[in-house]
């Protein structure tokens, strides 16, 4: 089973960066669909951006706003997502997730806040 953990997280002022990485235990991932999503304070996890297994596809949620990036290396076996424009409504803890074969696997969790 693949172990993920993510790092990255932190505080930043509104209008701010910072880039989440995620690392995969897994020696490959080429057949894994990766990606990012979050859960706020109060509210259910959503997604927040995905790579397709082959790294040709990429898709965001509808609030990235053109803001995320999620880049993937399969040498490294991870992924990043950089963060930009970051707003008070990004504050929530945000999960790497791999997705193989019908199973979701997921990070612990890393915390994103955001002040205004």
């Known amino acids: 089973q693949v172990q993920l953990v993510e790092s990255g997280g932190g505080r930043v002022q509104a209008g701010g960066s910072l880039t989440l990485s995620c690392s995969a235990s897994?020696?490959?991932?080429?057949?894994?669909?990766t990606g990012w999503f979050r859960q706020a304070p109060g509210k259910e996890r959503e997604f927040v951006a995905r790579?397709?297994?082959?790294?040709?596809?990429?898709s965001y949620a509808d609030f990235v706003q053109r803001r995320f990036t999620l880049t993937r290396d399969n040498v490294k076996n991870m992924w990043s997502l950089q963060m930009n424009f970051l707003k008070p409504e990004d504050t929530a803890v945000y999960y790497c997730?791999?997705?193989?074969?019908?199973?979701?696997?997921w990070g612990k969790g890393t915390l994103v806040t955001v002040s205004s």
């Open positions: 997730w791999a997705h193989k074969d019908g199973m979701d696997y």
């Open positions: 897994e020696s490959t991932l080429n057949n894994y669909h």
């Open positions: 790579v397709t297994s082959s790294g040709i596809t990429t």
